[in-house]
């Protein structure tokens, strides 16, 4: 049974291929030079080349975190190169301008990014390696007042937005990973909902590694300005080599009074191979902040890729009355490490968290939760509900679960929960006696373990997300 | 090195010369070599994840001097502090010291020893030797090193193979307060079942006034082959007082082992609660409540490690808050890969009573065996509302529905104590220190189903 | 239907079923009583092909097929269904795919068309009729939550659905009260046909007032000591399984 089951979750890596693109990339390593070039070739206003210096200089005193439960070989900064752009890349009008090359990747990923979409409703804005390509639906989207464009654009074009917002949730120096995001961050998504608008169409940015030796590190930052509402769905691959790359985002999200932000990631960064060879190592910080009142901030995150995985998407619930939300599948297999969860900050009054962490483990892989419920005194009436369970296949791999539960009023309530279970042998003989096989049995069971958070993704990517996990999709019926 | 430490190491030399005098040789050499462990970490900082959310620098600036001799304690005193009256086995400890005027050692079954340490290395040496600072290892906790720097005296019970103790042994250490000096006692205790053996043990804690004193102490328990062991603890020190324990239980196949924990008193209260589920079909049962009120912190830390399969553990933490008092709790499980159908279950509940009280709890669970069925829990909360709703439309006045629920709270741990005089003891204890910190009579005694 | 020879199968090296015989026709309702610990259910369990049973000797054949060299599915592929004793709980798995998903595997194995959801859903509201369950079971997980009795007339539902050839109820009964009882019976009895088979396993008498036996056996330390008319279970029931063992004694 244990081979059916291993040969399920790890079905061969899909999105391995390479793109032979020119591109243009600066040397490995990091100084302030190399800041200062990445801003230049950006165009970027003082102001924010001052921002990366003051972040790069931080990045230097501060030490790479020792606490997760992750292993992995000691990255060498200095063999980096922190910018890789397919050449002659100048801005397109439209997508007939193109490189047919990058079209065809896309493709291949099995997003299109011509009209086509327009079906689908999804816009699209693509980052390759570190450079935003192309993004969709700009016009239909500026009819509403909404502002959907790469990082590099929105500096240009939206000077005095990103100035207000850039490093509101995720100041510069937070921490190791996005200190060093602030310092060498070359592209990214920018996407701006103005007041009351509902954005009528799930936005969509794909990012893509494909360049050796190079890290990704990517910017976006999305706000919701009063009772606006936005669906936002971010997508990774990555080609196959034998070496790590470094990924490391910072996503900032911000919901004034009355606003919704929800944001979707199905991550899928190539994991390395069956020995743990090569593979993406993802230090992420996502962070969204409801700062006015009755706004509401989802994560739902679906992980399967990633040698390393590091990331806690989290809600910092000023404005009273404001939700968070945390759904998340965590899938390792072979010898992939995550080290993932959430934190939900508490400061405003009657605010909600939910919070709701699958985890499956399979092969040598090592899956750990670590999430924070932190209820402020000032937070009265407020409540948390956490669930994280996590589901083992075969006896070589580990499941942990380390939340920190911290309580500072009497009116608010707290409760967690946690489980570990495996596939049951009489779960999987109940289904073969009703005529279902082994491989479906445990897709329906892995599927339902998962449903709860594969419910809060947008279709399309549901649809993605459980082909992933290699489980085929329940019918209507379910 | 820092002064704290300067200061401990001065102690030890005198301690050399003048109390470790009346220990074997081997005793010795292990004081030294956790001395050095001591003085390389020093004490713990907030800085560490074990210590994240207690901050023991109160205790750590305060020139503690080991205390070499034993006080006097009035007799009343100690009689206030018996469980169920004089019908038990009992040993008394002040500061640390044997106190023979008051132990009541008569009547205990052939063969089981309960003694103090100093005068069991004549008849146990063997037996001591085999156990002494063998499961609380010094590396990991300064608290630990420094009590077995520091070992002295301490309480040795030694119950013999298939030998059943039916009424409970009790244990009972009091701290007194000596004027100008602040007194620390580095309690170093030994329990041994043998195969088969069945004990209930009264581990109690108290202060014979409002001191300042540190009780330090470290308690060993070995559960053997098939042995029954129940421990329930009863720390009410003064709440000027600081308390550290590290209790540590090693069991064998098939034992099975009661541990409960009642903390309501100290400044500053520290359990440290091991388990090593060392053998298969083995059952340990954790359970505790504590109280705080005024500015206390109460923490305990348990540890269940499952190495072997089919090993069932229940955990069930209760904590109420009052006033701007503050607890922790952190609770792992750890199920090995050989640890198969290992069925785990840990649970911590608080009330809050106050919105200045802080509580800070981490259930983790790591598990590296695939077949096994492990769940945790963890809640905070204040009043039930809806319970308290059900009082009122009986005709309960809003305060006593208060205090109802508050001892039903409570009630829910303690009736998870086996031995029935020590569940007593215990609901009589809870609902004593509740009236006084409600300030009211009124309130149920505890009865259970 | 399907014939059983000189089986004999144990678990964990420990012989529990000892040479069982038993031959069930088309059309027929037999019974298999005994005490507990008899290998009644043990019985059950092999048939369906239980991996944790080891078949040590004899043979099953099953419409003229090799029963015990199926796989479990392929078992119920063909037509064998067991209703368990504890039926299995699934969490997050609706009632309605986890059946939709088994019947099309053998539709397709028969060489049948699959069911579109519209066209399963209707069959499947039909069917629940029969066990008389409301129709929000449809979208509540497998099992999951459900009473002793309404898990019982799940399984009878899915009886309905997959329309077996031979259905085994494994102490189908226990835990029932009359009510639950009579219609997980009258629903047994509405699915019996010339053409299928049943083979019930009870402890108690009670249940066969529902289920009317063509052939009754008796399960005495896994072996059948003895078959008769459905008068046979009405002296169980009076004299209990004691007067079968004295018997045994005296002929030995």
């Excluded at chain 1, 969860?341 to 009054?349: N, P």
């Excluded at chain 2, 840990?346 to 669970?365: F, G, H, I, M, Y």
């Excluded at chain 3, 078992?75 to 798995?93: D, N, S, T, W």
Aim: with cysteine; net charge negative.
């Amino acid at each position: 049974m244990s081979e059916t089951i291993e040969e399920l979750v790890s079905q061969e890596y899909k999105y391995g291929f390479t793109t032979n693109i020119e591109t243009d990339t600066i040397p490995p390593g990091l100084n302030e030079d190399v800041v200062r070039i990445i801003s230049k070739k950006k165009n970027e206003p003082e102001w924010l080349t001052d921002w990366r210096l003051k972040a790069f200089r931080l990045w230097k005193t501060m030490e790479e975190p020792r606490w997760p439960n992750l292993q992995y070989a000691k990255i060498d900064y200095q063999s980096i190169s922190y910018y890789s752009a397919p050449k002659e890349m100048k801005k397109y009008n439209s997508l007939d301008e193109v490189d047919p090359i990058l079209l065809e990747t896309y493709a291949k990923l099995g997003i299109s990014l011509t009209e086509q979409k327009r079906l689908s409703g999804v816009a699209v804005d693509a980052v390759f390696d570190s450079v935003s390509v192309a993004t969709t639906f700009k016009e239909t989207l500026r009819e509403k007042g909404i502002i959907f464009c790469s990082f590099s654009e929105a500096v240009q074009e939206h000077p005095d937005l990103v100035k207000k917002y850039l490093g509101s949730v995720v100041p510069y120096g937070d921490n190791y990973f996005a200190a060093l995001n602030s310092a060498v961050f070359s592209d990214g998504s920018f996407c701006f909902i103005p007041r009351g608008v509902r954005c009528p169409m799930e936005l969509s940015t794909y990012f893509r590694i494909n360049a050796s030796n190079t890290g990704q590190f990517e910017r976006t930052l999305i706000v919701a300005e009063e009772g606006a509402y936005v669906s936002y769905l971010e997508g990774c691959t990555a080609p196959m080599r034998d070496e790590n790359q470094l990924h490391a985002a910072v996503v900032e999200l911000i919901a004034l009074d009355n606003a919704e932000v929800k944001y979707s990631t199905v991550q899928n960064w190539y994991a390395g191979d069956k020995n743990g060879k090569g593979g993406i190592y993802n230090f992420v910080t996502k962070r969204g902040k409801c700062l006015g009142e009755n706004s509401k901030i989802s994560w739902t995150q679906v992980e399967t890729g990633s040698a390393i995985t590091w990331k806690y998407p989290s809600v910092i619930l000023q404005g009273d009355n404001s939700i968070g939300e945390f759904y998340s599948v965590a899938v390792v297999n072979n010898r992939q490490d995550a080290d993932t969860g959430t934190k939900m900050l508490h400061i405003g009054k009657n605010t909600r968290s939910t919070i709701v962490s699958k985890g499956i483990s399979a092969g040598r892989g090592n899956n750990t939760y670590r999430g924070l419920v932190n209820i402020g005194k000032h937070a009265t009436n407020s409540r948390n509900y956490t669930q994280c369970d996590s589901m083992l296949i075969g006896n070589q791999c580990s499941a942990n679960t380390f939340p920190y539960i911290e309580v500072k009023n009497s009116s608010s309530s707290v409760e967690h929960e946690a489980s570990t279970s495996k596939i049951g042998e009489d779960q999987i003989f109940y289904c073969k006696q009703r005529g279902i096989n082994t491989e479906n049995a445990i897709s329906m069971i892995i599927n339902g373990f998962a449903k709860e958070v594969f419910k809060n993704l947008p279709m399309e990517f549901a649809v993605e997300a459980q082909k992933l996990l290699g489980i085929s999709l329940e019918g209507s019926v379910g | 090195m820092s002064n704290e430490i300067h200061h401990y190491t001065a102690e030890f030399q005198e301690f050399q010369q003048n109390g470790a005098t009346k220990s074997p040789s081997w005793v010795n050499d292990i004081r030294s070599s956790a001395l050095a462990v001591f003085t390389d970490r020093g004490f713990p900082t907030t800085k560490l994840e074990d210590w994240k959310y207690t901050n023991v620098s109160p205790i750590t600036k305060l020139p503690y001097h080991y205390a070499s001799v034993v006080s006097a304690v009035p007799s009343e005193l100690v009689s206030s502090l018996f469980v169920d009256g004089i019908d038990q086995h009992l040993i008394v400890f002040v500061n640390g010291h044997f106190s023979e005027e008051h132990s009541k050692l008569n009547s205990l079954p052939a063969g089981v020893t309960v003694k103090n340490l100093i005068s069991a290395y004549a008849t146990h040496q063997e037996v001591i030797k085999e156990h002494l600072s063998k499961y609380a290892t010094y590396n990991e906790n300064p608290f630990t090193a420094l009590n077995t720097a520091f070992i002295n005296d301490g309480a040795f019970v030694h119950v013999p193979a298939g030998v059943s103790v039916e009424k409970p042994i009790h244990l009972l250490f009091i701290s007194t307060g000596i004027n100008g000096t602040y007194v620390a006692a580095h309690i170093r205790n030994l329990i041994v079942a043998e195969e088969g053996a069945k004990v209930s043990i009264a581990h109690g804690f108290s202060s014979a006034q409002a001191n300042t004193n540190l009780t330090n102490v470290v308690t060993e328990v070995v559960a053997k082959k098939e042995s029954v062991v129940e421990i329930v603890k009863v720390q009410r020190e003064s709440d000027t007082a600081y308390h550290v324990e590290n209790l540590h239980v090693h069991q064998y196949h098939q034992s099975n082992v009661h541990l409960f924990s009642l903390a309501v008193g100290s400044a500053i209260a520290r359990n440290d609660i091991s388990i090593i589920i060392d053998g298969e079909s083995t059952e340990c049962n954790l359970n505790g409540l504590y109280i705080t009120s005024g500015a206390q912190l109460i923490d305990h830390h348990t540890f269940m490690h499952h190495i072997h399969p089919n090993c069932p553990s229940h955990e069930l933490f209760k904590g109420i808050l009052m006033d701007k008092s503050r607890a922790v709790f952190n609770g792992k499980v750890y199920v090995e890969p050989e640890a198969q159908k290992t069925d785990s279950k840990q649970t911590n509940r608080n009330l809050l009573l106050s919105d200045d009280a802080v509580v800070d709890t981490k259930p983790e669970l790591e598990i590296f065996a695939d077949d096994v069925k492990c769940t945790h829990g963890a809640a905070v909360g204040g009043m039930n509302e809806t319970h308290s709703l059900y009082l009122k439309t009986r005709g309960i006045s809003e305060g006593s529905a208060r205090g109802m629920l508050t001892v039903g709270f409570a009630a829910e741990a303690t009736q998870k104590i086996v031995h029935p005089v020590l569940r007593q003891h215990v609901d009589k204890i809870v609902v004593d220190h509740l009236r006084k910190k409600f300030g009211t009579a009124n309130l149920p005694d505890i009865v259970h189903a | 239907m399907i014939e059983i020879k000189n089986l004999h199968a144990s678990v964990n090296g420990k012989e529990i079923l000892k040479g069982i015989n038993l031959t069930v026709k088309a059309g027929e309702i037999h019974a298999i009583m005994g005490p507990n610990g008899s290998g009644k259910s043990t019985l059950a369990q092999v048939l369906a092909g239980h991996p944790a049973y080891q078949v040590t000797q004899g043979e099953v054949i099953f419409e003229g097929q090799n029963l015990l060299d199926m796989e479990p599915e392929v078992r119920a592929h063909a037509g064998v269904f067991l209703a368990f004793q504890y039926p299995v709980e699934i969490p997050g798995v609706s009632n309605s795919y986890f059946l939709k998903a088994g019947l099309n595997e053998i539709r397709k194995s028969r060489g049948e068309e699959e069911l579109d959801s519209m066209q399963f859903l209707k069959m499947l509201k039909e069917k629940m009729k029969i066990v008389e369950m409301d129709p929000s079971f449809i979208n509540r997980p497998v099992n999951e939550g459900f009473s002793g009795g309404e898990k019982k007339r799940n399984e009878i539902l899915q009886m309905a659905v997959l329309e077996p050839k031979l259905a085994i109820l494994d102490e189908t009964d226990s835990g029932l009260d009359i009510d639950a009882l009579k219609i997980v019976s009258s629903g047994v009895n509405k699915l019996k046909s010339p053409k299928n088979a049943t083979i019930v396993v009870t402890h108690y008498q009670r249940l066969l007032n529902y289920i009317v036996p063509d052939v009754v056996h008796v399960l005495v330390n896994g072996r059948i000591v003895k078959s008769g008319g459905k008068g046979l279970a009405m002296e169980l029931e009076a004299n209990g399984y004691d007067f079968i063992r004295e018997e045994m004694q005296q002929s030995a």
